[in-house]
């Protein structure tokens, strides 16, 4: 799944930037842009980043990557993305911590890496 993601991100990036792509930035007779031309470029722009899927934000697909400030959608970065090893890695770190806090040996929750790999999958989702 870890994958997935940069071959979704990939292709997303392509098809906004064909889409961009495809605008014209009209110019009058003297070959000027006039303020007309600009609002209707920005809102091709702003159409075309609707269109794209966005699960998080059904019917606005990445046009918030368009707004001032932070905000989910330029907070995600290609390093976000879960794997196999870190669910482990942290699965053992949580259950050292409890074991030392208890006591007593608390077993990780996540042991096998086919689970740790369904673990991984189900947060690349939610991200």
Do not use: W
């Not at 290609?78 to 077993?107: F, P």
């Amino acid at each position: 799944m870890a994958d997935a993601c940069y071959t979704a991100r990939a292709t997303t990036k392509q098809q906004v930037l064909e889409g961009i792509e495809k605008l014209t930035l009209l110019k009058n007779k003297n070959g000027q842009y006039t303020h007309d031309a600009i609002l209707l470029f920005q809102k091709g722009i702003t159409n075309v980043l609707t269109s794209q899927y966005n699960p998080s934000d059904p019917g606005n697909g990445m046009k918030k990557l368009l707004d001032d400030g932070t905000n989910l959608l330029t907070r995600v970065k290609a390093t976000d993305a879960v794997t196999a090893g870190a669910v482990l890695q942290a699965s053992k770190d949580k259950a050292a911590t409890q074991s030392t806090i208890l006591g007593s040996t608390v077993t990780p929750v996540f042991t096998k890496r086919t689970e740790a790999q369904e673990e991984a999958d189900r947060l690349n989702v939610i991200n």
